[in-house]
């Protein structure tokens, strides 16, 4: 059974079409495609009825966290896809992650019956103290690199989209967009500080971390409707 723990900082921009182009040219020799480079990302948030877990997080706590699943791609139903729970603290991200098939994921989901993993156990009573659920599907395209030399990631995610029914990751990727497609959501993935050859590209370029959520703002806009 795969499980995955992480801890790192993320740190996100938005960035034009140009200052995107301009980035990776100047950074071209210290980074290279890492193996999910070119795809396309489907997720399943859980929340409550209440919505409980997104309006917390929007209020920007210390400490928040969220459950969603995870696939590169469209899966079948005999995919791998990722179960996670992620909490942020201060800045900092630590994920825990299990991998298992679809058809696995759906047993969980109706049956509750699981692997004994302790990943899984964490997942699972937290989804039961919190009256967890499905509750919208969130995708994006993303291009995605890894440094040569420094343990970082950079991935940029364009094109978001979601919905809020046919809740299952074989039924496509189709959403409605709710945002202009003339930009990107840089994240910036690091174990350390950001080197410092991507910091003085980020200043000179005049780039600067913003604070964004995707599922926080399509909460909103869904709520103005």
Known sequence: MYEKVFQREEVKYLLSEEKKSLLLEKIKDKIEQDKYYQTTICNIYFDNDNNDLIINSLEKPVFKEKIRLRSYQVPNVKDDVFLEIKNKYKGIVYKRRIKLKLCDYYNYLHNRKHNNSQIMKEIDYYIKFKKLKPKIFIAYDRISFKGKEESLRITLDSNLRSRTSD?????????????????????????????????????????????????????KKLKEM
Do not use: H, R
């Not at 990727?173 to 910091?199: Q, R, V």
């Not at 980020?202 to 600067?208: A, D, K, N, R």
């Open 167 to 219: 809740l299952n990751l074989e039924l496509g990727d189709a959403g409605k967009k709710y945002f202009e497609d003339n930009y990107y959501i840089m994240e910036i993935k690091s174990a350390t500080s950001i080197p410092l050859w991507l910091a003085k590209t980020l200043s000179e370029l005049q780039i600067y971390p913003t604070s964004f959520s995707k599922y926080g703002s399509i909460y």
